[in-house]
């Protein structure tokens, strides 16, 4: 039986293979106890229309079954860390024809906010090196990087706008065809000029006010950079949508289409 299937396999070619093997998970029973984890530790799962809890469910069946987790830092990473990483995560992928995070290889924990050392430019053409305490990271060759503290705290306020599982994944979506530019890729062409201009817009006026010493919605870090702008509209987008409809109608408009869900309503 396993001769067949790896056979079948072969013959599908490996994105088919993929698919064929992530629509079994789908199907796969959903245990009760992750249930009771989302129900006690992450408020916004019982907002969700059921339709959108479903959909959250099974998507989450596909990350954890694709997804290593590995406990960093002497970190022994339980059913909890793993359920509430995914869940947070999968609600990026709640689009009725999303599919997974396609680059995504592992997910590394740490028991606390690290510490990350590197060279980045000094804006006079030469390097700096810089030391830097995270609570999370994106790399482009599908590891996300999470610091536990900063996922159960992001889950348990589900409105105060900040949550590192959906700024990483965010990344991740970014960079699957190369380094983050705040434009993941939208499907087709079309759908582009649409959100430069409300990217564009709402980046410009974001910086502009930082510029002039203004608090913004998006704040200082999301105008450092259109990769964390997206990154960072994306955590208001879900945890603050009515701030977010107010302030760039547009930003909101393009974002509820990318991520095929509309966070006003729940
Ligand atoms: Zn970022």
Same mark, same amino acid.
């Given at each position: 039986?396993?001769?067949?299937?790896? /056979?079948?396999? %072969?013959? =599908?070619? #490996? +994105? !088919?293979?993929?698919?064929? *093997?992530?629509?079994?998970?789908?199907?796969?029973?959903?245990?009760?106890?992750?249930?009771?984890?989302?129900?006690?530790?992450?408020?916004?799962?019982?907002?969700?229309?059921?339709?959108?809890?479903?959909?959250?469910?099974?998507?989450?069946?596909?990350?954890?079954?694709?997804?290593?987790?590995?406990?960093?830092?002497?970190?022994?990473?339980?059913?909890?860390?793993?359920?509430?990483?995914?869940?947070?995560?999968?609600?990026?992928?709640?689009?009725?024809?999303?599919?997974?995070?396609?680059? /995504?290889?592992? %997910?590394? =924990?740490? #028991? +606390? !906010?690290?510490?990350?050392? *590197?060279?980045?430019?000094?804006?006079?053409?030469?390097?700096?090196?810089?030391?830097?305490?995270?609570?999370?990271?994106?790399?482009?060759?599908?590891?996300?990087?999470?610091?536990?503290?900063?996922?159960?705290?992001?889950?348990?306020?589900?409105?105060?706008?900040?949550?590192?599982?959906?700024?990483?994944?965010?990344?991740?979506?970014?960079?699957?065809?190369?380094?983050?530019?705040?434009?993941?890729?939208?499907?087709?062409?079309?759908?582009?000029?649409?959100?430069?201009?409300?990217?564009?817009?709402?980046?410009?006026?974001?910086?502009?006010?930082?510029?002039?010493?203004? *608090?913004?919605?998006?704040?200082?870090?999301?105008?450092?950079?259109?990769?964390?702008?997206?990154?960072?509209?994306?955590?208001?987008?879900?945890?603050?949508?009515?701030?977010?409809?107010?302030?760039?109608?547009?930003?909101?408009?393009?974002?509820?289409?990318?991520?095929?869900?509309?966070?006003?309503?729940?």
């Amino acid at each position: 039986m396993l001769a067949l299937t790896a /056979l079948v396999g %072969v013959f =599908l070619g #490996p +994105a !088919a293979w993929r698919r064929l *093997r992530q629509a079994r998970w789908r199907q796969q029973p959903f245990p009760t106890t992750w249930r009771r984890i989302l129900r006690r530790r992450w408020p916004l799962y019982a907002r969700l229309p059921p339709n959108l809890q479903a959909r959250l469910r099974r998507q989450m069946l596909v990350l954890l079954a694709e997804t290593p987790f590995v406990g960093c830092n002497g970190l022994a990473v339980t059913t909890e860390m793993r359920v509430l990483v995914a869940a947070q995560a999968a609600l990026l992928r709640l689009r009725d024809d999303a599919g997974s995070f396609p680059n /995504l290889r592992e %997910v590394l =924990l740490y #028991p +606390a !906010a690290f510490v990350v050392d *590197r060279t980045v430019p000094d804006g006079a053409g030469l390097w700096r090196s810089e030391r830097r305490v995270q609570s999370g990271e994106s790399w482009q060759r599908g590891q996300v990087i999470l610091s536990w503290p900063d996922v159960l705290a992001g889950a348990a306020d589900p409105a105060d706008g900040e949550n590192v599982v959906i700024h990483e994944f965010a990344h991740q979506l970014d960079q699957q065809r190369g380094a983050a530019t705040g434009a993941p890729f939208l499907g087709h062409r079309d759908r582009y000029p649409g959100w430069a201009a409300a990217f564009g817009t709402a980046f410009a006026e974001t910086r502009q006010r930082e510029a002039a010493g203004q *608090r913004t919605l998006i704040g200082a870090y999301g105008a450092s950079a259109p990769a964390e702008f997206f990154a960072v509209a994306s955590e208001r987008f879900f945890e603050c949508p009515a701030a977010l409809a107010q302030a760039h109608p547009a930003l909101y408009h393009v974002l509820s289409v990318y991520y095929g869900v509309d966070p006003l309503a729940w």
